[in-house]
T-cell receptor, first 115, second 113 residues
Framework: GAGVSQTPSNKVTEKGKYVELRCDPI?????LYWYRQSLGQGPEFLIY????????DSGLPNDRFFAVRPEGSVSTLKIQRTERGDSAVYLCASSPDPSSYNEQFFGPGTRLTVL | DAKTTQPNSMESNEEEPVHLPCNHS???????IHWYRQLPSQGPEYVIH???SNVNNRMASLAIAEDRKSSTLILHRATLRDAAVYYC??????????????FGKGTLLTVNP
Protein backbone atom coordinates (compact mmCIF):
# COMPACT_ATOMS: atom_id res chain seq x y z
CA GLY A 1 0.00 0.00 0.00
CA ALA A 2 0.95 3.64 -0.25
CA GLY A 3 3.26 4.96 2.40
CA VAL A 4 3.70 8.48 3.69
CA SER A 5 4.46 10.91 0.89
CA GLN A 6 5.98 14.36 1.10
CA THR A 7 6.19 17.11 -1.47
CA PRO A 8 8.30 18.65 -2.71
CA SER A 9 11.28 16.36 -2.25
CA ASN A 10 13.60 19.35 -2.51
CA LYS A 11 12.94 23.02 -1.99
CA VAL A 12 15.43 25.82 -2.51
CA THR A 13 14.38 29.27 -1.41
CA GLU A 14 15.88 32.62 -0.56
CA LYS A 15 16.22 34.06 2.89
CA GLY A 16 13.05 35.86 3.91
CA LYS A 17 10.69 33.90 1.66
CA TYR A 18 7.68 31.83 2.72
CA VAL A 19 7.54 28.07 2.13
CA GLU A 20 4.97 25.32 2.50
CA LEU A 21 5.83 21.66 2.89
CA ARG A 22 3.15 19.03 2.39
CA CYS A 23 2.64 15.64 3.99
CA ASP A 24 0.19 12.93 2.89
CA PRO A 25 -0.06 10.34 5.68
CA ILE A 26 -1.10 6.74 5.35
CA UNK A 27 -4.86 6.56 4.91
CA UNK A 28 -6.67 6.04 8.19
CA UNK A 29 -3.80 7.10 10.41
CA UNK A 30 -5.10 9.56 12.98
CA UNK A 31 -1.73 10.59 14.38
CA LEU A 32 0.68 12.73 12.35
CA TYR A 33 4.07 14.07 13.33
CA TRP A 34 6.61 16.50 11.92
CA TYR A 35 10.31 16.22 12.67
CA ARG A 36 13.32 18.20 11.50
CA GLN A 37 16.74 16.69 10.84
CA SER A 38 19.87 18.79 10.58
CA LEU A 39 23.01 17.42 8.98
CA GLY A 40 24.68 14.77 11.14
CA GLN A 41 21.93 14.79 13.77
CA GLY A 42 18.96 12.59 14.53
CA PRO A 43 15.48 13.90 13.78
CA GLU A 44 13.98 16.36 16.28
CA PHE A 45 10.30 16.49 17.11
CA LEU A 46 8.39 19.56 15.95
CA ILE A 47 4.65 18.96 16.27
CA TYR A 48 2.07 16.21 16.74
CA UNK A 49 -1.50 16.13 15.43
CA UNK A 50 -4.24 13.87 16.68
CA UNK A 51 -6.95 14.23 14.08
CA UNK A 52 -7.31 17.87 13.06
CA UNK A 53 -5.86 19.43 16.18
CA UNK A 54 -2.27 20.07 17.13
CA UNK A 55 -1.98 18.17 20.41
CA UNK A 56 1.63 19.22 21.00
CA ASP A 57 3.50 21.97 19.14
CA SER A 58 6.21 22.36 21.76
CA GLY A 59 8.96 21.46 19.29
CA LEU A 60 8.29 24.31 16.87
CA PRO A 61 11.37 26.54 17.19
CA ASN A 62 9.57 29.89 17.00
CA ASP A 63 6.43 31.61 15.72
CA ARG A 64 7.69 31.61 12.13
CA PHE A 65 6.74 27.93 12.04
CA PHE A 66 3.14 26.82 11.82
CA ALA A 67 1.41 23.61 10.77
CA VAL A 68 -2.16 22.70 9.92
CA ARG A 69 -4.16 19.57 9.27
CA PRO A 70 -7.64 20.91 8.48
CA GLU A 71 -9.39 17.67 7.52
CA GLY A 72 -7.44 15.26 9.64
CA SER A 73 -5.47 13.87 6.74
CA VAL A 74 -3.01 15.98 4.72
CA SER A 75 -0.82 18.32 6.73
CA THR A 76 1.12 21.41 5.70
CA LEU A 77 4.11 22.82 7.53
CA LYS A 78 4.47 26.53 6.88
CA ILE A 79 7.60 28.57 7.47
CA GLN A 80 7.52 32.35 7.23
CA ARG A 81 10.51 34.64 6.68
CA THR A 82 12.87 31.72 6.19
CA GLU A 83 16.38 31.92 7.60
CA ARG A 84 19.52 30.05 6.60
CA GLY A 85 19.33 28.13 9.87
CA ASP A 86 16.02 26.62 8.75
CA SER A 87 17.90 24.54 6.17
CA ALA A 88 17.30 20.89 7.07
CA VAL A 89 15.35 17.80 6.06
CA TYR A 90 11.77 18.01 7.24
CA LEU A 91 10.28 14.60 7.95
CA CYS A 92 6.65 13.66 8.34
CA ALA A 93 5.42 10.48 10.02
CA SER A 94 2.05 8.94 10.76
CA SER A 95 0.71 6.15 12.93
CA PRO A 96 -2.70 4.52 13.49
CA ASP A 97 -2.79 6.16 16.91
CA PRO A 98 -0.14 7.65 19.19
CA SER A 99 0.29 4.77 21.63
CA SER A 100 3.81 3.97 22.57
CA TYR A 101 3.85 0.51 21.00
CA ASN A 102 2.75 1.65 17.57
CA GLU A 103 5.46 2.27 15.06
CA GLN A 104 5.63 5.56 13.23
CA PHE A 105 5.82 5.41 9.46
CA PHE A 106 8.08 8.05 8.00
CA GLY A 107 8.03 9.74 4.63
CA PRO A 108 11.20 10.38 2.61
CA GLY A 109 11.40 13.97 3.78
CA THR A 110 11.65 17.38 2.14
CA ARG A 111 15.14 18.83 1.93
CA LEU A 112 14.85 22.59 2.47
CA THR A 113 17.75 24.81 1.50
CA VAL A 114 17.60 28.49 2.38
CA LEU A 115 20.14 30.56 0.45
CA ASP B 1 12.35 10.88 28.07
CA ALA B 2 15.18 8.75 29.44
CA LYS B 3 18.47 9.02 27.58
CA THR B 4 20.18 6.33 25.57
CA THR B 5 23.86 5.93 24.74
CA GLN B 6 25.11 4.24 21.59
CA PRO B 7 28.51 3.97 19.91
CA ASN B 8 28.97 6.50 17.13
CA SER B 9 29.89 3.87 14.56
CA MET B 10 30.38 0.16 14.01
CA GLU B 11 31.66 -1.92 11.16
CA SER B 12 30.68 -5.38 10.02
CA ASN B 13 31.31 -7.79 7.18
CA GLU B 14 28.58 -8.99 4.90
CA GLU B 15 26.79 -12.17 6.01
CA GLU B 16 28.17 -11.92 9.54
CA PRO B 17 26.05 -11.18 12.63
CA VAL B 18 26.01 -7.66 14.02
CA HIS B 19 25.34 -6.72 17.64
CA LEU B 20 24.43 -3.07 18.14
CA PRO B 21 24.50 -2.06 21.82
CA CYS B 22 22.44 0.56 23.62
CA ASN B 23 22.72 1.71 27.22
CA HIS B 24 19.72 3.19 28.99
CA SER B 25 20.62 3.13 32.66
CA UNK B 26 17.84 5.54 33.70
CA UNK B 27 15.04 3.59 32.01
CA UNK B 28 11.73 3.57 33.90
CA UNK B 29 9.46 0.58 34.37
CA UNK B 30 7.00 1.74 31.72
CA UNK B 31 9.51 2.65 29.01
CA UNK B 32 9.43 0.63 25.81
CA ILE B 33 12.72 0.14 23.94
CA HIS B 34 12.35 0.94 20.24
CA TRP B 35 14.84 0.66 17.41
CA TYR B 36 14.63 2.56 14.16
CA ARG B 37 17.10 2.75 11.32
CA GLN B 38 17.68 5.32 8.63
CA LEU B 39 19.10 4.35 5.29
CA PRO B 40 20.90 7.02 3.28
CA SER B 41 18.56 9.71 1.93
CA GLN B 42 15.47 8.07 3.44
CA GLY B 43 13.24 8.63 6.44
CA PRO B 44 13.67 6.48 9.54
CA GLU B 45 12.21 2.99 9.45
CA TYR B 46 10.90 0.99 12.39
CA VAL B 47 12.92 -2.12 13.20
CA ILE B 48 11.69 -3.65 16.44
CA HIS B 49 10.58 -2.84 19.97
CA UNK B 50 10.25 -4.56 23.33
CA UNK B 51 9.49 -4.01 26.99
CA UNK B 52 11.06 -6.79 29.06
CA SER B 53 11.34 -9.99 27.04
CA ASN B 54 13.58 -10.62 24.06
CA VAL B 55 11.82 -10.10 20.74
CA ASN B 56 12.30 -11.47 17.25
CA ASN B 57 10.90 -10.36 13.92
CA ARG B 58 11.80 -10.78 10.28
CA MET B 59 14.28 -7.92 10.41
CA ALA B 60 16.14 -8.43 13.66
CA SER B 61 16.20 -9.62 17.25
CA LEU B 62 16.18 -7.48 20.36
CA ALA B 63 17.93 -8.77 23.46
CA ILE B 64 17.02 -6.89 26.66
CA ALA B 65 19.16 -7.19 29.77
CA GLU B 66 17.46 -8.53 32.87
CA ASP B 67 17.76 -5.18 34.65
CA ARG B 68 16.63 -3.40 31.43
CA LYS B 69 19.52 -0.97 31.64
CA SER B 70 20.86 -2.06 28.30
CA SER B 71 19.73 -3.77 25.13
CA THR B 72 21.26 -5.14 21.95
CA LEU B 73 19.88 -5.12 18.45
CA ILE B 74 21.01 -8.22 16.58
CA LEU B 75 21.13 -8.48 12.82
CA HIS B 76 21.71 -12.16 12.21
CA ARG B 77 23.33 -11.86 8.79
CA ALA B 78 24.28 -8.38 7.72
CA THR B 79 23.78 -7.40 4.09
CA LEU B 80 24.94 -4.31 2.26
CA ARG B 81 21.35 -3.05 2.50
CA ASP B 82 21.64 -2.98 6.29
CA ALA B 83 24.15 -0.12 6.13
CA ALA B 84 22.33 2.67 7.95
CA VAL B 85 22.18 4.76 11.11
CA TYR B 86 20.51 2.76 13.89
CA TYR B 87 18.66 4.61 16.64
CA CYS B 88 17.76 3.22 20.06
CA UNK B 89 14.81 5.14 21.53
CA UNK B 90 12.85 4.91 24.76
CA UNK B 91 9.13 5.57 24.68
CA UNK B 92 7.07 6.00 27.81
CA UNK B 93 4.28 3.45 27.90
CA UNK B 94 2.74 5.10 30.91
CA UNK B 95 1.26 8.08 29.10
CA UNK B 96 2.61 11.60 28.99
CA UNK B 97 4.33 12.54 25.79
CA UNK B 98 4.83 8.97 24.64
CA UNK B 99 3.92 9.90 21.06
CA UNK B 100 7.28 11.63 20.60
CA UNK B 101 10.30 9.81 19.29
CA UNK B 102 13.42 11.30 20.84
CA PHE B 103 16.34 10.46 18.56
CA GLY B 104 19.97 10.65 19.58
CA LYS B 105 22.78 10.54 17.02
CA GLY B 106 22.52 6.76 16.65
CA THR B 107 25.13 4.28 15.45
CA LEU B 108 26.36 4.43 11.88
CA LEU B 109 26.71 0.83 10.71
CA THR B 110 29.06 0.17 7.81
CA VAL B 111 28.83 -3.22 6.12
CA ASN B 112 31.86 -4.35 4.14
CA PRO B 113 31.43 -6.66 1.15
Amino acid sequence: GAGVSQTPSNKVTEKGKYVELRCDPISGHTALYWYRQSLGQGPEFLIYFQGTGAADDSGLPNDRFFAVRPEGSVSTLKIQRTERGDSAVYLCASSPDPSSYNEQFFGPGTRLTVL
Amino acid sequence: DAKTTQPNSMESNEEEPVHLPCNHSTISGTDYIHWYRQLPSQGPEYVIHGLTSNVNNRMASLAIAEDRKSSTLILHRATLRDAAVYYCILRDGGGGSNYKLTFGKGTLLTVNP
